[in-house]
């Protein structure tokens, strides 16, 4: 395996199985990849639907649960991390939707050295409600991509290439939902600081520690962007993360070591591990 696909999920089983639907199709990368939905407790059919997933797809599937205690995104996406096996990871979140050739763009942009990173474009609800799986199977997403929203996409991804030429630190900014970094690199820093609950910042404070240790963003966005379907903010989310917990303990951590102490491997949580979910069911070889 080349690339481990890290999707996020909680309670959004209709939005996995349009994001499934979308990896499933994806051009190009047969044989190379790996797929582990990492959930944040959901209680609905999620888990239904990974393990009938898991029996039709051409690629190992394999799914990570923990009891919900909170939005914890920093540990879904660690926990994920850690069941997987490939070199490289790529993060995502089952609420998006990938185009046809996102991997076979991000194999052919990894580098060491480099983290690669993007953004999403995002859907209204009316938009997202039609898009069905056939839809994705067809490969007709493209056509309900406003044209508004590719501009904004292309204009921030000339940014991003501004930044990059001029080094500007933490800039371009990596986004959690197309973050695409070398596994020992991930490993060096600890993966994400699960001190971050809620909605915000694990990501930033995630491109903080991997640039201290040396590491530069590359932004995808000119070639690839996932397309985020519509769903209601989660109840964490505040604009700009203004007044919230996980702002002040950013801040908080303005001398932030490179490897963070709550994170991929807790020395006194040796035990405190993802739990898969029937890996017989949900496993399947490659």
Known sequence: MDIAVIVSTYQRPEHLR?????????????????VVVTDDGSQDETLRLIATTARRVDFPLTFTTHAHAGFRLARCRNEGAAASTAPYLLFTDGDCILPRDHLRHHLAL??????????????????????????????????????????????????????????????PRLSGNNIAVWRDDFEQVNGFDEGFVGWGLEDRDLQCRLERLGLRVTSILLATAPIHLWHPAPASFVRNNAGTPNLAYFHALRQRPTFCVDGLVKPWERDAQATPVDAGTTRKAA
């Open 110 to 171: 990894r580098r060491r050295g480099r983290v690669v990173g993007g953004d999403c474009i995002r859907l209204d609800a009316a938009t997202s409600a039609r898009i069905d799986v056939d839809v994705i199977h067809g490969g007709d997403v493209a056509r309900f991509v406003p044209r508004a929203e590719a501009w904004r996409l292309r204009l921030k991804g000339l940014r991003a290439k501004a930044y990059e030429w001029g080094r500007v630190p933490m800039r």
């Open 18 to 34: 349009r994001c499934l639907a979308s990896i499933e199709v994806q051009a190009g990368v047969a044989g190379r990849f790996e």
